[in-house]
């Protein structure tokens, strides 16, 4: 069963717009990832962040981390087209090794 | 550096037939995961190698298994096809495959059972 849900399951925009994804999840963790996915292609790994963080940026992404709510949001600045992808949240935790639980996933669609 | 590479990219099988999907991990990675993506289920984890060891399994029937040899490389196996196991199958190679580490994902292998 998956960990948690995101939220919106479906978003479409236009480039140029900021893009605002969210994800839930269920138990404690000691990371969460972000991976994008174009197509039913592999999984393109975007950022980490631990436990112990709050936010974190790399390029147009930033991630905050509010473990008191169990939940993560991405936003993606000043969308372009090549945007467009399924976004995924994945969490790790305890022992599991080579463990990844995924949310559902967001599809963010955006339009030139 | 060459990425996670999964062969074949596509398959098509018949029910109660056996398949077996491979996958080379980044070089020096030891550590390789595969997951089942499907619309309903999403992404599921199957199971964890390291070191040609089985460390971590998912909630999969037995007819679906794996190995790893010596040079990390790894394979997955999935015994007497049904309908449902029609899905997009990935791997993901890691240094060790521990918390905090990044998985690299491969391009996946699309199997259509009919």
């Known amino acids: 069963s998956q960990q948690g849900e995101e939220d919106p399951q479906a978003l479409s925009i236009q480039e140029g717009e900021n893009a605002t994804m969210n994800c839930s999840y269920k138990t404690s963790i000691n990371n969460l990832q972000w991976y994008r996915q174009n197509s039913g292609r592999g999984l393109v790994h975007l950022i980490l962040?631990?436990?112990?963080?709050r936010e974190k940026h790399s390029g147009r992404l930033r991630v905050t981390l509010d473990t008191s709510k169990k939940s993560s949001s991405l936003l993606i600045t000043a969308s372009r087209a090549a945007d467009t992808a399924s976004y995924f949240c994945?969490?790790?935790?305890?022992?599991?090794?080579?463990?990844?639980?995924f949310g559902q996933g967001t599809i963010l669609t955006v339009h030139p | 550096k060459a990425g996670v590479t999964q062969t074949p990219r596509y398959l098509i099988k018949t029910r109660g037939q056996q398949v077996t999907l491979s996958c080379s991990p980044i070089?020096?990675?030891?550590?390789v995961s595969w997951y089942q993506q499907t619309p309903g289920q999403g992404l599921q984890f199957l199971f964890e190698y390291f070191s040609e060891t089985q460390r971590n399994k998912g909630n999969f029937p037995g007819r679906f298994s794996g190995r790893q040899f010596s040079n990390s490389r790894s394979e997955m196996n999935v015994s007497t096809l049904e309908l449902g196991d029609s899905a997009l199958y990935l791997c993901?190679?890691?240094?060790?495959?521990?918390?905090?580490?990044?998985?690299?994902f491969g391009q996946g292998t699309r199997l259509t059972v009919v």
């Open positions: 070089s020096g990675h030891r550590s």
């Open positions: 962040i631990r436990s112990n963080e």
């Open positions: 994945a969490t790790a935790r305890g022992t599991s090794y080579g463990k990844l639980t």
């Open positions: 993901a190679s890691s240094s060790a495959g521990t918390l905090g580490e990044v998985a690299f």
